[in-house]
């Protein structure tokens, strides 16, 4: 195939293999991943011989001999492919290519240079953080756990921990979301666990459920099955619509109405990702170990399950997660002593996550039943499971009870933008507010105390049957008086299917952290755009091409140059360039100041700086003119920087900042001040 996309001929390079982020092993490895799927499905090889003859093009290409390429594969899927395609061949080359392009990260080798971007900045074994692009780093580290779980090698499962322990302790959302930033799509730094500009690609909580599925079928243990269903309910749900058709591309914690899912994306890696794993839902269900059988998901559901001396049917009857009875029939095929292994969610045993991230703030026992044939069950606890063995006949029929009372969240003091703030769970559901269920339509004036009561109830006729929260919340008006409102909570990975609108995961608990309403303003009211000057040169100002921006004028008031919690407009893949920003007013104002917060933070994807300068201009007429400024233009950190004109009567203001050589920029906000 030829791409003659030339738009993206920066990307792509212009032959083949030429760069290793350009997608192609990527594309190759979906491939595989499709075949394997399809062969296994059907027993048909049509496109199994299709991945072979690729997947030894790719073999033949790269490795560690000389005359091979010597690179990793950049955008990770194909290691976990070819170990897929191994097992389904037998060929050893292709777990041998799957563990060459593992071993080859970090190395650093024909040239490439080391990226965290990539997760190609150290070798495997020497890392212990996890950085860079989101979905690359699940992929690598889900085909790191079958390398090594297929050649034996426990120095990457040690490295494996290391790395996972950072990203459930430090950078897992309450959803089971992971990647914080749009720049990049993927880390920032530890605790930066931000709401409203939270990134969490649809595709990097699919990422997130393969690695952990595969570190539980490393270990047995049933943390990293607490990190799947946590990332299955919600936020890998959250990327599509109930009616199947539209999609998240990001999946952000709060919302002031710019989030809505889309029918489809130039870059729609999400909605084909989102097809093939619902249809992989039921490979996550169950597993097996020897004879023994572990319950992994609550699912309605009749599986046929083979162990090693029997063959078991498990009926599983439940309306888990709405409700917490799970009732379990095992017919064996013969009878025969051996365990079965019940997942007890980290949930139902007050932990919301397997590390120290989030707790509960009631930290009373919390109790769940299990009978066998209506009598308690004789089991032991065992890396998170109810182990029940003994001799097990058709018909024998088990019982679990969970504890569904709403629960609050709380995030360790580190993540500075959830101080003050509680979230709702009941069961594995994560609840948020949307502005269409509360009377006034407000999210952000409102908080919910602490010792506030919180009830559940099942609304069959609510977005296709959910269970919501009902409670009384407190809301502060303007005027800062405070008083009881009702508020309703749904599901999160529910929101956003009746339209656009507010939307807030973490409730604050005190007026301190809640917001009012603020009035409008001159800048809030206004449209706000990127002014592109035409490509010609001699080209009239009025070829020049504008693009609607957003996040400046939204009246969230920064802490600091690098404070990106809230929404904020940043100038993308533009180093050393003059860039703009305009208003466009509702009507004509007399105007005679503004004020600017820049944006200012480090990033692997791309510096933000300060501008080198800046200057302001006003609309007169068609034309921009340069205001008659009184004050210097500053381009101060961490302030707010005032210019004051002269008095101008105008429809439209524009900033034209000149980046710093090399480095990017942004606005935080930008208010414009009346004149007097």
Not at 101 to 120: I, K, M, N
Not at 301 to 324: C, F, K, M, V
Not at 560 to 585: Q, V
Not at 630 to 645: E, G, H
């Amino acid at each position: 195939m030829t791409n003659k996309c030339t738009r993206l001929s920066g990307w792509w390079g212009t032959h083949r293999w030429e760069k290793i982020n350009s997608h192609e092993l990527y594309n190759s490895g979906h491939l595989y991943e499709a075949a394997v799927a399809h062969y296994r499905a059907t027993g048909k090889r049509s496109l199994l011989d299709v991945a072979i003859r690729n997947a030894d093009l790719v073999c033949q290409v790269f490795g560690p001999a000389e005359g091979q390429k010597h690179v990793p594969s950049g955008h990770p899927i194909v290691e976990m492919a070819l170990a897929k395609l191994y097992k389904v061949t037998g060929n050893e080359q292709y777990l041998r290519t799957a563990r060459y392009f593992v071993e080859e990260t970090g190395r650093c080798t024909d040239g490439h240079a080391p990226s965290e971007y990539s997760q190609d900045h150290k070798p495997i074994l020497q890392q212990d953080e996890i950085v860079g692009h989101a979905v690359r780093a699940g992929y690598l580290y889900s085909g790191v756990a079958d390398v090594a779980a297929l050649t034996g090698d426990t120095a990457y499962y040690h490295a494996l921990s290391r790395i996972w322990e950072n990203m459930a302790g430090r950078k897992l959302y309450i959803t089971g979301g992971i990647g914080s930033r749009a720049q990049g799509e993927g880390f920032g730094p530890d605790y930066e666990l931000h709401n409203h500009t939270a990134y969490c690609e649809t595709c990097a909580a699919i990422a997130n459920v393969y690695w952990n599925h595969r570190m539980f079928l490393a270990t047995g243990n049933s943390k990293y099955y607490d990190v799947v269903e946590r990332a299955l309910y919600n936020g890998v749900l959250s990327g599509v619509s109930l009616s199947g058709d539209r999609f998240f591309y990001d999946n952000p914690l709060e919302s002031m109405g710019q989030h809505e899912r889309q029918a489809w994306f130039g870059c729609a890696c999400c909605p084909g990702n989102i097809t093939r794993f619902m249809a992989s839902v039921p490979h996550y269900t169950y597993a097996t170990q020897g004879n023994d059988v572990f319950v992994n998901l609550f699912v309605e559901s009749q599986a046929g399950i083979p162990t090693t001396g029997n063959r078991l049917e498990l009926h599983q009857a439940t309306d888990y997660p709405w409700d917490g009875t799970v009732s379990l029939t095992v017919n064996p095929r013969k009878k025969q002593d051996f365990a079965l292994r019940i997942r007890i969610p980290g949930w139902a045993k007050g932990r919301p996550v397997p590390t120290d991230l989030y707790h509960y703030i009631k930290t009373e026992d919390i109790t769940f039943s299990l009978t066998v044939n209506g009598k308690a069950a004789d089991y032991r606890m065992e890396d998170g499971y109810a182990v029940i063995r003994r001799e097990w006949k058709k018909g024998d029929h088990v019982r679990l009870v969970l504890p569904m009372e709403v629960r609050r969240v709380q995030a360790c003091p580190q993540v500075e933008d959830d101080r003050g703030k509680t979230a709702f769970e009941r069961g594995p559901v994560v609840f948020c507010l949307e502005g269409t269920d509360q009377p006034d339509g407000k999210v952000f004036n409102k908080f919910i105390p602490e010792d506030a009561a919180v009830h559940a109830f099942y609304e069959p006729d609510l977005l296709q049957g959910v269970v919501c929260l009902h409670g009384t919340a407190k809301a502060i008006g303007r005027d800062g008086r405070i008083g009881d409102v009702p508020f309703k909570a749904v599901p999160y990975s529910v929101w956003n299917n009746r339209g656009a609108g507010l939307m807030a995961v973490w409730i604050p608990t005190s007026a301190d952290a809640a917001r009012p309403e603020p009035e409008p303003t001159i800048a809030s009211k206004a449209r706000t755009l990127m002014i592109q000057a035409p490509i010609q040169k001699d080209a009239p100002e009025s070829a020049a091409t504008e693009t609607w921006a957003w996040g400046v004028n939204d009246q969230w008031e920064p802490k600091r140059s690098s404070d990106t919690s809230k929404p904020y407009h940043y100038w993308w893949l533009k180093r050393g360039t003059e860039e703009t920003l305009a208003y466009e007013f509702d009507q004509p104002y007399d105007v005679s100041a503004v004020e600017v917060y820049w944006l200012d933070f480090d990033h692997y994807d791309g510096n933000f700086r300060v501008p080198a300068s800046w200057k302001l201009y006003y609309k007169k007429g068609t034309a921009w003119e340069e205001v008659e400024a009184a004050t210097p233009y500053t381009v101060d950190k961490d302030r707010y920087n005032r210019v004051d004109f002269k008095p101008v009567r105008t429809t439209g203001l524009k900033i034209a900042a000149r980046l710093q050589d090399g480095k990017s920029g942004g606005i935080l906000e930008w208010k414009v001040l009346p004149a007097r």
